[in-house]
């Protein structure tokens, strides 16, 4: 079991444009199918508001609640928000805030012997990163440059605290796996 960070970026290290949207990744047609597999190893994930609130505008969830269960099934998610959000119909949801570390306990409780998804963003994998609760990041090099955006990690990980463990290409991505030490 591991905690993993598995997402996409651009080649200046952006993972959602300054609109916070997705759709620059949504521009390259010629995609593998990297994410059934690994999805099948997730029983728990978490993700931060942003990340939530675009799934729900880009996906129209709240209108078609079976969009997520075709892609995550009923995996328990947990959602990092000071805010009231509204919740996906018939979706395992729990809406927290504040420290990782307990949140983190609980995902593990639920995953069973099955991988943590950190789903996204950038600040909320720094806190699982800062509690030591960072065990991977696979990234997906997506052939684009944003010039600003969201960070793909805003924390300072040292190369003595990251690890390569593979790279690997599929079609225009550069799929680079990096194991994640302790402080």
Do not use: C
């Not at 052939?143 to 190369?159: D, E, I, M, N, Q």
Request: aromatic share 10%.
């Amino acid at each position: 079991m591991a905690t993993r960070y598995y997402t996409a970026t651009s080649i200046d290290g952006f993972i959602a444009d300054e609109r916070n949207s997705l759709d620059w990744l949504f521009e390259v047609t010629d995609r593998d199918d990297r994410f059934g597999p690994f999805i099948a190893q997730v029983g728990a994930m978490a993700m931060g508001s942003t990340t939530y609130e675009w799934m729900l505008d880009h996906e129209k969830l709240l209108e078609n609640p079976s969009k997520w269960q075709e892609w995550y099934g009923d995996r328990p998610t947990w959602v990092f928000t000071h805010r009231d959000l509204p919740t996906i119909p018939g979706v395992n949801l729990t809406f927290v805030s504040g420290d990782v570390r307990p949140v983190h306990a609980a995902m593990t409780a639920a995953a069973g012997d099955r991988d943590i998804w950190l789903v996204g963003g950038g600040e909320l994998v720094g806190a699982f990163a800062d509690a030591n609760l960072l065990d991977e990041i696979i990234l997906g090099v997506t052939p684009v440059t944003l010039g600003a955006g969201a960070p793909l990690l805003p924390r300072r990980l040292t190369s003595r605290r990251l690890a390569l463990t593979a790279v690997e290409q599929v079609g225009p991505f550069a799929y680079l796996t990096y194991a994640v030490a302790g402080q």
